[in-house]
């Protein structure tokens, strides 16, 4: 159950979502969401996780599939969400972008306050640069005009 909860974080985060916001969607009590990624749900009704799962689903269908891995994009599937792949001892956590270093840079950039970002992004595409691509800084000349 704590690794079920961890990963719904996981692809809550990845979506921006606070707490709150997931519990508003999915028409539960932000203490619902925490107990469930917490690892305190064992006796959350399957409803609540139903609910929960429903507005996660709905918020990943926003985003170019061809971001999700494979995984995930079956994971898309109500069946699958309700039923996680199940290892050897518990949940196994699927990914949730096919390049885990793109996951962590989203990580990244929303843990900086909105104020800062314009300097983060600034850094990525000078070090994108130096690293031999020069797609990052045309793109975001292009942004500017």
């Known amino acids: 159950m704590r690794a079920f909860g961890r990963q719904a974080r996981r692809i809550r985060e990845f979506l921006g979502l606070s707490q ?36 996660v689903i709905h918020a990943l269908r926003g985003y170019d599939p061809d971001l999700l891995t494979d995984e995930l994009r079956r994971a898309l599937d109500f069946q699958a969400v309700i039923t996680p792949p199940i290892g050897d001892i518990g949940f196994n956590a699927t990914p949730v972008v096919s390049d885990h270093h793109l996951e962590r840079l989203i990580d990244l950039y929303r843990q900086i306050p909105e104020r800062q970002r314009e300097t983060f992004v600034s850094v990525v595409e000078v070090t994108a640069q130096a690293l031999g691509s020069n797609a990052a800084p045309a793109r975001h000349k292009a942004e500017r005009s």
């Open 20 to 55: 709150e916001e997931l519990a508003r969607r999915a028409g539960v009590s932000q203490g619902a969401v925490s107990r469930l990624e917490a690892g305190r749900g064992l006796a959350t009704p399957l409803l609540v996780v139903l609910k929960i799962n429903i507005a």
